[in-house]
C-alpha cells in the first residue's frame, strides 16, 4: 500500500471513530498495522474530540513497536488529565515525568 493510500485509509477511519462505526474504524485503524503510526499520531495532534482523540492512543499501543515510545511518553510528560483517567482509572500508575524517564531506559 502506497503511503498516500495509507494517509488517506488513516483520515477516512480517524473520522469515523466518533461515530456509530467508531468500534470498527479503531480495529480497521489497528489492522492497517505499524506503517499507519506516524499518520495515526498525526492525527491525534490534530483531533479534538476526546473520545477519538483516546481511541488513536490505544491503536497506536495496538502496534506495540518501539518507534511508538516518543509519542507515550510524550503524553506521559503532557499529563492530560483525560489521558491519565482513560490509561490508569484506578490510579496506580506513575505518571509525569517520572514516567517518562522510565520509558526513555
Known amino acids: 500500500m502506497a503511503r498516500k493510500e495509507l494517509l488517506e485509509m488513516v483520515r477516512q477511519y480517524v473520522a469515523q471513530l466518533s461515530g456509530d462505526c467508531a468500534d470498527d474504524a479503531w480495529h480497521t485503524l489497528v489492522e492497517l498495522g505499524p506503517r499507519a503510526l506516524p499518520h495515526v499520531i498525526q492525527a491525534f495532534e490534530a483531533e479534538c474530540e ?56
Do not use: C, H, W
Not at 499501543?61 to 482509572?89: G, H
Open 50 to 105: 476526546p473520545s477519538a482523540a483516546l481511541a488513536l492512543i490505544r491503536a497506536a499501543s495496538e502496534y506495540r513497536i518501539k518507534d511508538a515510545l516518543p509519542f507515550f511518553a510524550a503524553l506521559l510528560v503532557a499529563q492530560d488529565d483525560n489521558i491519565m483517567t482513560f490509561s490508569d482509572p484506578a490510579g496506580k500508575f506513575r505518571t509525569g515525568r517520572q514516567s517518562a524517564k522510565i520509558l526513555r531506559r
